[in-house]
């Protein structure tokens, strides 16, 4: 270039300055946009009028009446109530299975208060990863989580097919009828899944009814007959050997072939009781509330109309307890499938059966009117540092109870926690696919917890250990502007007092406390690059590790 | 009832002074590095051994015929071939010659039965004595005997899987923190067991945390960690943990290539000698994992090449026990989650087959050089002589562990749960 014209070298160096200026300005544009995020749609379904309602407003008074009587009764006292963006995270958590993302809070935090969490819900609603989540939950419920018998069970399949059902908020009784009575094959009827991941390839025998009762029971009903199918109760009189396996013969005519799940009038379940010689025909009878049972149709046809029949209150307590358990971590009634037949229940419960049922069965409903409750919406800790939180606090909902987080919701929490912008269906591939990948492999260290999902669980070593030295939170929090939160906030972050912030609120879904901001914006002021970096990081792995990531609260 | 006592961790004659003074330098930190837990207990005596359980997992389910159950020349074998043993009378797999030369030190049950012809469900029902049950995750038996032989000497986890499939044994009603813990290939050291940043760091990533933490504390309970989370306690104990020297059990890299060689250049061959320290360390209940023996194709050479690994792995491990004195201390079982066809089917493999397979025990204060049940070597008759069932295998190794398998535990379901369902096999016990 030295002997070609000066026009020419003047042009060139032009062109070269030129694209230097725009690869500058189109790179803090992009930087630039890391920060300062775009305000997020309003969602589309939100009217707050809707929760003003005076249907709306009766059942949550009703329920805060209840609540109000059982701690008057008990002689206890409920907490203060807790603020905007913790009740948005405890949300995100049991219906997401993650936290809110920097640019949720910011778009949150500017809507009115009284409407935050009726908007919040309007956002996760129309949100993939709500149906997607809750979906899996159920799943967990109808088919565990094993593989299941090979080609003939698709449990992906089945969880897409709830998934889209939720998503729709299609009406829960046509849900669980549709799973109860599906026929079909196993990847044109996703939800025939139910019936077929019973079979037991190795026996060449149909559906299992032993197993298909023992998942109706439970998941459906909230009862554990299945503890009976061998002998009579030993813990009390309730239930018979009988009631199970009369129940079980509802399944009797299901049968597999090529074309999928279909009943066979000539099919009937058979069964050898104790103390018998040999194996009986089985008569289908329901074990409660016979008059609910349609006389006509085929025999899974009539089952499922008698499980989702509005009068047959143990179909909707189940579902109410489950979602609450989804909200509160923990359900209303202790055990999640176990809830006593003729009570009594818990405050709350029979409101919200009723409005479950007049409402059709919406499942949107049944979470906003949980999510308007005071017991949900108290704090988890007391204002008062000398009177604490005891035992007792948590045992009558007077406080939001302190639950272990699951596992789903630890990795969920911690891939978007190290990042601004939320990472759902709408996000860019990368983040995406390294969710994907990351959330497999933490998960499988961690440990899942399979179908027993709500049991107590206790916290264990490796646990800890992948959290302080594992590889997810060393990447999740290194120096990586493109992907981590930590690197954009030490980056970008306008002051040290607001990166600091911006950590607690990526993290935790909270401001620092006084003292918290005292401790740390002295930590990062003045530092520079790497340094800079290693020290935001170092707070970041500190609310990673910490108590009150690890528990929902 | 979920039990909530845990594997302590406390007082180690392996307590060194590099540990020591780890500890000492984050002495303010005292949740962190229980300094005062371990100096409290420097001093105790070791207390008697107790027995632990060696299991070889043999995933995929191993051919009976080609390894502890063969027929040579019967209708069963198809060209299978096998060896004579120490033993006068029993004969093995001809696969198994370094095996072969300990059968006073095994013995050989042929009729083990089970109702299980899934990988999943029989692994789940071979791993817990139970099958499966939609009301209940059943313990599994390494996660029984650690519960029921707690060591506080120990300070790494005392249940361990070495090459883990996708079903290591759990704890399952007992709770998550007797769920095995889980490595690889011991030719290096353990993950996430490293500090990942110098002291000074760590120190200061510790200060951060104790701040969050007394900030998250106030207004709940009056002691948060102890009386709800024991957030900070198992932090404690990873951290122990990551300080311990027990650790190197796990690590077999710098061990003398005389002791190691003999068990084989492989990720098995290291597992089982990383099983072999980890006992005496302490450790209750070690699982090795050999995959690759689910041989529904060309099933002789498949299992041919899986009992060239398992062999040297095998018999220098209870070679290694009995030289070190662990034998009578340590059952050593070997087997998979079912046996595999009589007959060979038309791709020249073996299917599943939970009718009458074969499992390998000794050690512990399991005789040796007994063999228990029979096939038929024409593989006619489905049901083996001597049936031995599933739970039954549980109940003899408890028993041999001095562990009470009738005994009862109340579940998180309100269901009480014998440990073990079977009853002792005849004549395996001293």
């Excluded at chain 1, 009827?189 to 029971?217: H, M, S, V, W, Y």
Aim: charged share 25%; with cysteine.
């Amino acid at each position: 270039m030295s002997d070609a014209p000066p026009d020419l070298k003047r042009s060139i160096w032009r062109r070269n300055f030129t694209f230097l200026a725009f690869c500058l300005i189109a790179s803090s544009a992009v930087i630039g946009s890391l920060w300062s995020t775009k305000p997020l749609p309003a969602p589309s379904s939100f009217d707050a009028d809707d929760y003003e309602e005076l249907d709306f407003q009766k059942v949550v008074g009703e329920i805060d009446f209840q609540f109000d009587r059982h701690w008057a009764t008990n002689k206890i006292n409920p907490v203060q109530q807790a603020d905007s963006l913790l009740l948005a995270r405890r949300l995100s958590l049991g219906l997401t299975g993650t936290v809110p993302s920097f640019e949720e809070i910011k778009a949150l935090e500017e809507t009115k208060e009284e409407d935050r969490v009726q908007w919040w819900l309007s956002r996760l609603f129309e949100d993939r990863r709500y149906s997607d989540y809750l979906a899996e939950r159920l799943a967990r419920a109808y088919v565990g989580v094993e593989n299941g018998p090979f080609l003939v069970f698709r449990r992906r399949r089945m969880v897409d097919w709830i998934s889209e059902e939720i998503q729709q908020n299609q009406p829960y009784d046509k849900i669980a009828k549709a799973l109860i009575a599906s026929e079909g094959t196993w990847t044109t009827q996703p939800q025939a899944n139910f019936i077929t991941a019973t079979i037991d390839q190795n026996e060449d025998k149909g559906p299992d009814e032993i197993k298909l009762a023992a998942r109706l029971t439970r998941a459906f009903l909230g009862v554990r007959i299945d503890c009976v199918q061998c002998h009579d109760d030993m813990f009390g009189d309730r239930w018979k050997q009988k009631d199970f396996h009369q129940l079980a013969a509802f399944f009797g005519e299901a049968e597999v072939s090529f074309s999928g799940v279909r009943d066979n009038e000539k099919n009937m379940y058979e069964y050898r009781y104790r103390r018998t010689p040999e194996k009986q025909k089985v008569l289908p009878i329901v074990p409660f509330s016979n008059e609910l049972l349609p006389e006509e149709g085929k025999l899974r046809e009539r089952l499922a109309t008698w499980v989702t029949h509005p009068l047959n209150r143990p179909f909707s307590r189940t579902i109410v307890n489950r979602i609450w358990a989804l909200m509160f971590n923990q359900p209303l009634v202790p055990t999640i499938d176990s809830i006593p037949l003729e009570g009594p229940y818990p405050p709350a419960m029979e409101v919200l059966v009723d409005d479950l049922i007049a409402h059709r069965f919406d499942l949107q409903r049944l979470i906003r009117v949980i999510a308007s409750t005071k017991a949900f919406q108290l704090d988890s800790k007391s204002a008062d540092e000398n009177y604490p939180i005891t035992r007792e606090h948590e045992e009558h909902w007077a406080s939001y109870p302190l639950t272990r987080l699951r596992p789903e919701q630890v990795v969920g929490g911690l891939i978007q926690a190290t990042s601004l912008r939320t990472i759902n269906a709408e996000a860019h591939i990368i983040p995406k696919l390294q969710r994907f990948f990351s959330q497999g492999e933490f998960l499988k260290r961690y440990g899942d917890f399979g179908a027993d999902e709500f049991g107590e669980q206790a916290g264990t070593i490796p646990q800890r250990l992948l959290m302080m030295n594992g590889k997810l939170v060393r990447e999740k929090t290194e120096n990586n502007i493109f992907l981590n939160a930590t690197a954009r906030i030490g980056a970008l972050a306008p002051t040290d007092r607001k990166a600091v912030e911006a950590i607690y609120l990526c993290v935790l879904t909270r401001r620092p406390t006084p003292e918290e901001y005292q401790a740390f914006v002295p930590a990062i002021e003045g530092l520079k690059g790497d340094e800079r970096h290693v020290a935001i990081g170092d707070i970041c792995w500190a609310l990673l590790n910490s108590t009150e990531f690890a528990w929902n609260h | 009832m979920k039990t909530h006592e845990h594997i302590g961790c406390g007082s180690s004659d392996h307590f060194s002074r590099r540990t020591l003074l780890k500890a000492a330098g984050v002495s303010s930190l005292s949740f962190l590095t229980p300094l005062g837990d371990l100096l409290a207990v420097k001093g105790e005596k070791e207390k008697d051994r107790q027995k632990s359980v060696i299991v070889l997992w043999l995933a995929g389910g191993p051919s009976q015929v080609e390894t502890f159950d063969p027929h040579p020349g019967k209708p069963v074998a198809f060209g299978s071939s096998a060896i004579k043993t120490a033993v006068k009378d029993i004969q093995i797999g001809s696969g198994l010659p370094q095996t072969a030369e300990l059968m006073n030190d095994l013995s050989i049950i042929r009729s083990v039965t089970s109702k299980e012809g899934d990988h999943e469900r029989a692994t789940y029902n071979m791993k817990t004595g139970y099958r499966p049950n939609p009301s209940i995750v059943h313990a599994s038996m390494g996660s029984i005997i650690t519960h029921e032989l707690p060591d506080p000497s120990v300070e790494i986890p005392t249940h361990v899987s070495i090459l883990p499939n996708q079903w290591p044994a759990r704890g399952g009603y007992l709770g998550a923190e007797y769920d095995a813990f889980q490595v690889g290939d011991p030719k290096g050291p353990v993950s996430d067991v490293k500090l990942q940043v110098e002291p000074e760091r760590d120190q200061r990533r510790s200060k951060n945390l104790a701040l969050v933490e007394r900030a998250f504390a106030r207004g709940r309970y009056q002691d948060l960690d102890k009386e709800k989370t024991l957030h900070r306690v198992t932090m404690g104990k990873a951290r122990r943990m990551m300080n311990s020297d027990q650790l190197k059990a796990f690590d077999v890299s710098s061990a003398p290539a005389s002791e190691l060689n003999p068990f084989g250049d492989t990720p098995f061959g290291r597992g089982c000698f990383a099983a072999l320290r980890l006992v005496e360390s302490g450790v209750r209940c070690v699982e090795v994992t050999l995959n690759g023996w689910d041989t529904h194709t060309n099933n002789h050479e498949q299992q041919g090449e899986r009992i060239k690994v398992l062999d040297p792995a095998l018999s220098s491990l209870i070679k290694a026990l009995k030289v070190r004195g662990l034998y009578d201390d340590t059952v050593v079982v070997c087997g998979g989650e079912f046996g595999r066809t009589p007959i060979l089917n038309a791709v020249d493999g073996r299917d599943h087959w939970p009718h009458g397979f074969s499992i390998a025990l000794g050690g512990g204060g399991i005789k040796g050089g007994r063999v228990i049940g029979a096939t038929d070597p024409a593989g006619i008759k489905e049901e083996p002589e001597d049936k031995v069932k599933v739970e039954d295998v549980h109940c003899t190794i408890l028993t041999a562990l001095g562990i009470n398998p009738e005994k009862e535990v109340m579940t998180g379901v309100g269901r009480p749960m014998m440990f073990s369902e079977g009853f002792e096999i005849e004549g395996l016990l001293g």
